[in-house]
Structure formats: C-alpha cells, structure tokens
C-alpha cells in the first residue's frame, strides 16, 4: 500500500515540535550546517527523507515542520526508541497521562526522595527490559519512565549497559521539565503518518529511490580510545560496522539515493588519518565546527571539527 503523504493539521503547527529526549550527539546545533549541503530538489524531486539511527532526531523534526517533503522513514536499532515513537505516534495522552503522575510526585520531594524515586524507577524500567514485545509497541508507562529517566538522569544521557539496562545516574536538576504535554502533542502530530521500524540501517533499504534523501548519524568514530561513546545499545559500532555502513551508503548511491552521513573527524587528532576518505571513495567531504556536549569536565566541552559526508557534489 503506497504511504499517505505527510500532512500536519493547521491546529496542531501553532507549537513546534522538538525531539523529546535529550539525546547525547543530537543534531539540533547543526541543523543549518546540514541544510546548506542538502541536495536541490528537495520537495520538488526529492520527495522521500529516510533516517536510521534516529536518536532525539533533532533534523527529522526540523524538517518535517519546514520542507515540502511528502513521506518520511525513521528507524533505530535500539527497541526502547522504536517503543517511545510509536507510543507516541498513536498513544501520546497516555503517555501524558502516565508522566504527569510520575512528575508530581517527582517535583513535590526533597532531593533525597527525588533520587529514591529515579533509582525506583530504573529499576522497574531495567526490569522490562527482557520483556520487550515489539508485536506490542504501544506502552504508554514504559515510554513515560525513558521520558522521566533521561529528563532527571546525569548530564541528560541515554546510555544502556551490555545488558540493555539504563545505567546513568540522578542527575539533581532543580526544576528539571518532566512532562511537557504540548510538544509531546507536537510531537505525535507530526509523527502521523511517519512510517518507523525498529532494526539496524538496512531495513530502510526496500523503502528508498533516487527520490529519497537519505541521513545517517550513526554512533561516531572514537578519536581516542578514552573518548568511545557509542551505548546508545548493546550492539557495538566499531570500524567493521563503519565500513559496513559506508558499503550500504555506496549501494544507496548507486540506486540514485541522496545520502548524507555525519561522523567524528578523525584529523582532529592526525592529519593524515584518511579512514573516511578511504572508506567514501569518490564521496564529498566538509569539515565543520560543533560543540562538543558529552564530557564530565565542563573544561573539556568546545568545539571541535566534524565531518559531513554527501554523496553527491554540493553547489
């Protein structure tokens, strides 16, 4: 059955819709970097958006609410994202329904009780965690405790053990925002119609034509061995899967796909490390500037070079 062509109602544009969880490596900062390398003929022969390893989907978002695309993909290989974007696809007012609870009695308590409440619901969300049927994605509670933990949780992170088990610790935000009712309506709204898979880069493949524009954002090549922060799941994403990935982005260049990837610059540290170059024969490359949010010492937070990869010439 050919998808529906994505259509926000006029009601709903008056908010807009901003990714939902906090998510270490998001692209919010970068969108207009992203843009101005952007293929033309967007929403005019390029009337497809695909993205794997979809996060806080920070791009997603934005250009859902400001392109004339007509159908979008989103996927994630980790089951507790596809859960949350389907709950709120077609469940949002229980989800609302189910944070509201747990952000009362949040707000209410001292930080003592606070940090008893965040380790309570860690573990009855880690408990669930075996117990994850995607036949059945629609959990309106589960999906209001991984909104909770990674509004209250450390440093805003989403970081899962070998095991699948949310292992970030209280963060003691003074007035942290728990449950915020109107995007997460937003949110659902543009989700309409949005088809969302769970499974790792290549269950998209079906999906995308030469009409598509294609982003990946997958977790990013360590530039040093104390700098690895790829738990976004329990899959590893060392540099087999990055070549891997480059192979599958090479084959959707052959079908005529436009596709985009973001990565960690590695001539950050040696300049003559030409891994990406390697691997992305005969793609662009364009170094630029983002802050580096992930890092325990403020001291160390900056800017730092990234790379943006496109597999056609940018004007």
Avoid at 63 to 78: C, F, G, P, R, T
Avoid at 109 to 123: D, G, V
């Amino acid at each position: 059955m050919a998808a529906r062509p994505h259509v926000i109602p006029d009601d709903l544009k008056l908010v807009t819709a901003i990714p939902f969880l906090k998510w270490a490596g998001g692209k919010r900062k970068l969108i207009k970097e992203l843009e101005l390398r952007f293929p033309d003929g967007i929403g005019e022969h390029i009337t497809k958006y695909a993205e794997s390893f979809i996060g806080g989907g920070a791009l997603f978002f934005h250009l859902v609410q400001n392109s004339n695309l007509k159908e979008y993909l989103i996927s994630d290989a980790n089951p507790e994202l596809y859960i949350a974007y389907k709950t709120i696809q077609e469940s949002v007012e229980d989800v609302i329904d189910e944070l509201s609870k747990l952000e009362a009695n949040y707000i209410k308590s001292n930080s003592e009780k606070r940090a008893k409440l965040f380790y309570k619901i860690r573990t009855a969300f880690n408990k669930g965690v075996k117990k994850i049927d995607l036949a059945v994605p629609n959990n309106a509670k589960r999906t209001a405790q991984i909104i909770f933990l990674n509004r209250t949780c450390f440093n805003g992170l989403f970081r899962v053990n070998s095991k699948g088990e949310f292992n970030v610790p209280h963060g003691r935000y003074v007035k942290p925002t728990i449950n915020n009712f109107n995007n997460l309506r937003a949110v659902s709204a543009v989700l309409q119609n949005v088809e969302i898979r769970c499974g790792d880069y290549s269950n998209c493949v079906d999906w995308i034509d030469e009409k598509t524009l294609v982003y990946f954002d997958p977790p990013y090549r360590p530039l040093t061995t104390s700098s690895a922060f790829t738990s976004y799941s329990t899959s590893a994403f060392a540099d087999e899967q990055q070549k891997q990935l480059a192979e599958f982005c090479i084959r959707l260049k052959d079908k005529g796909a436009s596709v985009i990837i973001s990565n960690s610059d590695p001539k950050n540290i040696d300049v003559n490390d030409d891994f990406f170059e390697n691997l992305y024969e005969g793609f662009q490359f364009h170094s630029v500037l983002a802050s580096r949010a992930i890092n325990c010492d403020g001291k160390k937070r900056g800017a730092i070079s990234e790379l943006i990869i496109t597999s056609y010439e940018v004007n």
